[in-house]
């Protein structure tokens, strides 16, 4: 599969404006979950108009063949299912000239080190929104940092008739947090330190939920949807 590279060029564009003329950060993701990808990819878009996402990636050698590599930034997921260690993959990035942020589900200290040890500028846990995860990379770019009101991170579906954001147990939020990320249901309730038939009771009152609400999650891909909606995406 051929990895989401964009060619941004921006001729016949009107006279720049002060923001225009600032250099816009390009910017690299490399995540192997790809309904994950596609709605970070989507919000950065949408949210993040200082960062030129030019590079969309799954897998390792989708991100370092493409003709877009390397980019000023890359934001690496640590738990990539492929056998290239953390280590090699932030190293690489570094020796081509890219700086490395590392997001993570599981934020241990040992993860943490091995990321910054290896050259990362940062360690960000995916629970984050994903407004504090731009501002870190701000910082670590040195880019101004953004105060404008963020916008939806995409319209609601037809069909959705109230936009209210429904009130979620502590317990469903964190399973939800943690489905969406990528983790079945089973390691959902193993992470919870919580019975199976529990976790998938969580999830699905969280889909009860958003259906009251007029905002129906029934696969996957729409709760991963709704989560960036509501801020619990990274």
């Not at 969580?202 to 909606?229: F, H, M, N, Q, T």
Request: proline share 6%; glycine share 4%; hydrophobic share 40%.
């Amino acid at each position: 599969m051929p990895s989401n590279d964009v060619d941004r060029s921006s001729s016949g564009s009107p006279a720049a404006t002060p923001e225009a003329s600032t250099p816009r950060v390009r910017l690299a993701i490399l995540d192997d979950h790809e309904v994950l990808l596609d709605s970070l990819s989507s919000w950065i878009a949408q949210n993040a108009p200082d960062f030129d996402l030019v590079l969309s990636a799954s897998t390792w050698l989708q991100l370092v063949h493409s003709d877009n590599f390397p980019t000023d930034l890359v934001f690496l997921d640590f738990q990539l299912k492929e056998p290239v260690s953390i280590e090699a993959r932030v190293r690489t990035c570094r020796a081509a000239g890219a700086k490395v942020i590392v997001l993570s589900s599981l934020d241990s200290q040992e993860s943490r080190e091995r990321a910054l040890a290896a050259g990362a500028v940062a360690f960000l846990s995916k629970s984050l929104p994903m407004r504090e995860v731009m501002d870190a990379a701000r910082t670590v770019m040195g880019v101004a940092r953004d105060t404008s009101p963020q916008r939806d991170w995409r319209p609601l579906p037809g069909g959705a008739v109230n936009q209210s954001r429904p009130k979620l147990s502590a317990g469903e939020v964190e399973a939800l947090k943690l489905y969406v990320a990528g983790y079945s249901t089973a390691e959902v309730a193993e992470r919870l330190n919580v019975q199976y038939e529990t976790a998938k009771t969580y999830l699905r009152r969280v889909r009860e939920k958003y259906a009251k609400a007029g905002r129906p999650a029934s696969k996957k891909a729409d709760l991963i949807r709704r989560a960036a909606e509501d801020g619990y995406l990274l």
